[in-house]
């Protein structure tokens, strides 16, 4: 079975923080993902990574930016902290070996941002 | 631009009786429709999906419809059972499975 699991479940924060979301798949997953998950609004694609080092913006990259060093690992990052980005977060990870291969989701990120 | 829409944000079944869960999209491109489950405190699951080249895939209870004419597609739960209660959420992949998802629908069935 497909573990997903981001680091924190709840985290509070200061405006101004930089503040680190940590997420680690245990497939070895090409795809991996971040979304934000807010009330009415679905989950909005924040980035995605193809593969190693690489990564594209999805819908709502601004105040956010990321990394991937090693494959199992995506990490996102608020660079300075807004009380817009309190939400939940989700990582994702996805293979590539075989066409149109679902989504697997961690549990989730309840950021607030005070 | 919202490229996939779920336009009713809740819907109450009884329990033994069918749910129809609805999704309508804008872009022709997209070529896979998948639709997830997410239950309070969990991330979403997958739950089934369809190929653009078909007009219906089943899975047990779970039936998922696409008309690509009208740009369509429906999740039929039959029979619907109490822990069927969450949100369920339509997405269409466009390349690479970045997906682009629903607001989603908020699904009750009452015993």
């Known amino acids: 079975d497909v573990k997903v699991t981001q680091s924190s479940r709840y985290l509070v924060k200061r405006t101004g923080e930089k503040v680190f979301l940590e997420c680690v798949q245990d497939m070895d997953h090409e795809n991996m993902f971040w979304y934000r998950q807010d009330p009415g609004l679905g989950l909005r694609l924040i980035y995605f990574s193809y593969d190693v080092k690489m990564k594209e913006k999805g819908d709502i990259p601004e105040g956010y930016s990321v990394s991937r060093e090693k494959k199992e690992r995506f990490s996102l990052i608020l660079e300075s902290a807004s009380t817009n980005q309190t939400s939940m977060y989700l990582c994702?990870?996805?293979?590539?070996?075989?066409?149109?291969?679902?989504?697997?989701f961690g549990d989730g990120t309840r950021l607030s941002i005070l | 631009d919202q490229q996939v829409k779920q336009n009713s944000p809740s819907l109450s079944v009884q329990e033994g009786r069918i749910s129809i869960l609805n999704c309508d999209y804008t872009?022709?491109?997209?070529?896979?429709f998948l639709w997830y489950k997410k239950y309070p405190a969990e991330g979403p699951t997958f739950l089934i999906s369809?190929?653009?080249?078909?007009d219906k895939n089943e899975d047990g209870r779970f039936t998922v419809f696409l008309n690509k004419s009208a740009k369509h597609l429906s999740l039929h739960i039959v029979p619907s059972q109490p822990g069927d209660s969450a949100v369920y959420f339509c997405a269409a992949y466009l390349y690479a499975g970045k997906s682009t998802f629903g607001d989603g629908t908020t699904l009750t069935v009452k015993p």
């Open positions: 369809i190929s653009s080249i078909k």
């Open positions: 994702a990870s996805r293979s590539t070996g075989v066409s149109n291969q679902p989504q697997h």
């Open positions: 872009n022709s491109m997209f070529d896979y």
